[in-house]
């Protein structure tokens, strides 16, 4: 594939060394790497344009409104949204508390029943416990079956009083794909609202936010070869417009009209929600990386990893001391398998021992490793710059597991 | 690194565990649990008048120098007194070991088994 050369040199980190040997980068659910005109444009930003946005009537002022404007702009249009429905956040998690704090609390009372699964994130979990305990909503989990797949005919039989649904797209564990239409329908049967975990979905796969029909989308920029601190929730337009979603941070930038006694919040929702200075070198960061996802193509991305997964799959299907995890066909991204007889972080030293960055525990899944009795799991995961040779360097980096564990 | 981390006398300590195993009639037992990968493991300790321990045992599963740590560790806390024992650290786990240094993402691992005491000695004081 053409792209992939030159994608390989785009990325400065993929040319350094660990522990003497060349870096195979395979953690790419925790991070993607990122690329030279990411890196350039946060730089460019801040050699040429940084200054408060909104609060001056001087030129640089406008510049950076201007910048952090278009970024807005690519990164709407990258995901299928329109400008005002993004709410810039630190990454998926502030985005997801952002509903518990925006929506949730305003909208749920004692009775109501929010339901995720068991495939879910902490992020897309813990945050729905909490606002149980808020509000005195009840909490449904939908099992997964064997293959890591959702029990859609369990949820399709617990949709009374339920308000909200929150799954993840893509799982970070398994890299099972959530039937997002089967669970919108579902939800629309009963009134309840649909939020999506997208993190390990937005670098994978083109996401377009208004056909997927979803209320709330959560995303991480860093995980979409953007900056760290970089990300965002959905919301969609409706939901503004009815103000059925409240700001949830409070101060200088999101107001109307203060008053010693009162004050009315913004009319335009990117001003109601955007509190305090946004970081907008981040903001055009990840609209870099937006762009350069474009410029491949999500087609071809999403085809090429495809490719690298499959050989993943079929590589260490061969390695009888592996077990694969998760669904065979219709996944993305991840691939967590079980090494018999040796700990999840004892084979991820050993891999890195030889340059291998691979990620080893339960990757913020504990229902999930809980339900299955898996103590912890390791996990590759896949991104554009990703070769086969990459899968082969892991493939061999076993033998070296076997030798030192004689496992 | 790798090669030092999995040297012999580690391999050996995961894989012949020193008091594996229950007490029947401890005086007290822990949990210790390792957020960052869900290891588990359980302690159990008999002290004598003088709070001294005379007898410990540990199950639990995890990973290889988790596993060896906590192996160490509970032959080093015989016969040592509560107050001892919390004066124990990072240092004292790596010597047992025979580590000069240990990465930073396994330095929990190596004090699961002695944090966990630690942290039970301080419940029960
Ligand atoms: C499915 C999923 N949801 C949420 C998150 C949390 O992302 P962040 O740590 O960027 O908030 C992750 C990150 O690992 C994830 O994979």
Redesign the pocket.
């Known amino acids: 594939m053409s792209f992939q050369q030159n994608s390989r040199d785009d990325f400065p980190v993929l040319g350094t060394s660990v522990h003497g040997k060349p870096l195979v980068y395979l953690d790419n659910?925790?991070t993607t790497q990122k690329p030279n005109v990411v890196i350039d444009a946060i730089a460019n930003y801040y050699k040429q344009s940084n200054a408060n946005v909104h609060r001056g009537v001087h030129s640089l002022s406008d510049k950076s409104t201007l910048a952090l404007e278009e970024a807005r702009n690519t990164i709407t249009h990258f995901l299928g949204a329109k400008n005002q429905e993004l709410i810039l956040t630190r990454?998926?998690?502030?985005a997801i508390n952002g509903v518990l704090y925006g929506w949730a609390l305003h909208n749920l009372t004692k009775g109501d029943v929010v339901v995720t699964s068991q495939l879910e994130?902490h992020?897309?979990f813990v945050v729905w416990q909490q606002v149980c305990k808020m509000t005195g909503a009840e909490l449904k989990v939908v099992p997964v079956n064997a293959n890591g797949e959702l029990d859609y005919e369990w949820l399709e039989s617990h949709t009374q009083k339920v308000k909200l649904m929150a799954f993840?797209y893509?799982?970070?564990a398994l890299g099972t794909v959530l039937d997002v239409q089967r669970v919108v329908s579902v939800a629309r049967n009963v009134g309840a609202r649909v939020l999506l975990?997208g993190?390990?979905a937005v670098a994978h796969m083109l996401v377009d936010f208004t056909k997927l029909g979803v209320d709330f989308f959560a995303f991480?920029g860093?995980?979409l070869y953007g900056p760290m601190g970089s990300?965002g929730l959905l919301v969609r337009q409706e939901l503004l417009d009815k103000n059925e979603m409240h700001p949830w941070l409070f101060g200088g930038g999101m107001i109307a009209e203060v008053h010693a006694d009162h004050t009315l919040f913004h009319d335009d929702p990117v001003e109601r929600f955007t509190a305090g200075t946004p970081d907008v070198a981040s903001a055009v960061g990840l609209a870099a990386a937006c762009e350069y996802l474009t410029n491949i193509g999500m087609e071809t991305v999403a085809q090429h990893e495809a490719t690298l997964v499959a050989y993943a799959l079929e590589k260490l299907a061969q390695i009888p001391s592996v077990e694969i995890l998760g669904p065979l066909t219709n996944r993305v991204g991840s691939v967590s398998f079980l090494y018999a007889g040796v700990h999840a972080h004892d084979v991820a030293q050993v891999l890195d021992s030889q340059g291998i960055a691979v990620r080893s525990g339960h990757h913020?899944t504990m229902p999930l490793h809980l339900a299955h009795d898996w103590i912890a799991t390791t996990r590759v995961s896949f991104a554009i710059y990703n070769t086969k040779a990459d899968v082969d360097t892991l493939i061999t980096g076993f033998e070296k597991v076997s030798q030192v564990f004689g496992k | 690194m790798t090669e030092d981390l999995y040297q012999e006398v580690l391999l050996e300590a995961a894989e012949n565990p020193q008091n594996y195993g229950t007490l029947t009639d401890p005086d007290f037992e822990f949990q210790g649990y390792n957020a960052s990968c869900g290891d588990k493991i359980t302690v159990q300790l008999k002290l004598d008048s003088e709070e001294k321990v005379t007898e410990i045992a540990w199950q639990g599963d995890g990973c290889i120098i988790s596993q060896a740590a906590m192996s160490v560790v509970s032959e080093a806390v015989k016969g040592k007194t509560l107050s001892q024992i919390q004066k124990l650290g990072l240092a004292d786990v790596l010597g047992l070991l025979h580590f000069d240094t240990i990465s930073p993402g396994r330095i929990k691992c190596s004090m699961l088994g002695l944090g966990s005491i630690c942290k039970a000695i301080e419940e029960v004081a």
């Open positions: 659910a925790a990454n998926t998690t502030e994130h992020s897309n993840t893509v799982s970070n975990d993190a390990q991480s860093h995980k990300g913020c």
